[in-house]
């Protein structure tokens, strides 16, 4: 991970220094060997150290913006990961995961195919709101509309099909905001972002 991390530090350096250099596909090689051979997404997405994860979701994030080539180059390997990052548990890593994720988004939208939203998604992000972001409901409550804004077309027609109304997904995320937002009415700053 530390390795991946400089390569992602020295791509992003190199971007700013020069608009007009860009990675070769040796090297983009390179790096998806890497992310392979040490099973990036089981390992590190998936690891019991929380600062690791986070590191890991922030390396994901910033190749996804920098280098995509490298995790469209894995995306069978992390799509999984990625698309279900909702299920992790410690409030430390949901900054880099709403980042990496947003980024994705915006620039993999492939992320998502051969997915179900309905299995892999919705599940755990109603659990994360449930669970009053475990904890990072300041961060993460500002970020919930970048979020969904960003979510493929694909991804909302999939999760529309065979439901009842075409509200019930947008339905369904309030009800669980605001189930997680009913032991925080002490604090009025968290009920004003929800």
Not at 22 to 38: A, G, P, T, W, Y
Not at 73 to 99: A, R
Not at 102 to 130: A, G, Q
Not at 142 to 152: G, I, K, V
Request: aromatic share 10%.
């Amino acid at each position: 991970l530390t390795s991946i991390h400089c390569i992602v530090d020295t791509i992003e350096t190199l971007q700013a220094s020069d608009e007009e250099w860009s990675i070769e596909q040796e090297q983009v090689d390179v790096l998806i060997s890497m992310m392979r051979k040490c099973n990036f997404g089981k390992r590190m997405m998936g690891s019991r150290s929380p600062r690791v994860r986070q590191a890991a979701y922030h390396c994901a994030g910033r190749l996804a913006l920098n280098c995509r080539k490298v995790i469209i180059g894995c995306q069978n390997e992390l799509k999984k990961y990625i698309v279900g990052s909702f299920k992790e548990k410690d409030s430390l890593c949901y900054k880099s995961i709403f980042e990496m994720v947003i980024v994705v988004n915006k620039e993999i939208k492939s992320m998502w195919e051969d997915l179900n939203p309905k299995d892999i998604f919705w599940p755990s992000f109603y659990r994360f709101l449930r669970m009053s972001c475990y904890g990072s409901e300041t961060f993460s409550y500002l970020a919930l509309m970048p979020l969904l804004s960003t979510m493929p077309t694909q991804v909302w027609r999939r999760s529309l099909d065979g439901g009842d109304s075409k509200w019930e997904v947008l339905l369904e995320t309030l009800k669980n905001l605001l189930a997680g937002t009913k032991g925080n009415f002490t604090n009025d700053k968290v009920l004003r972002m929800a």
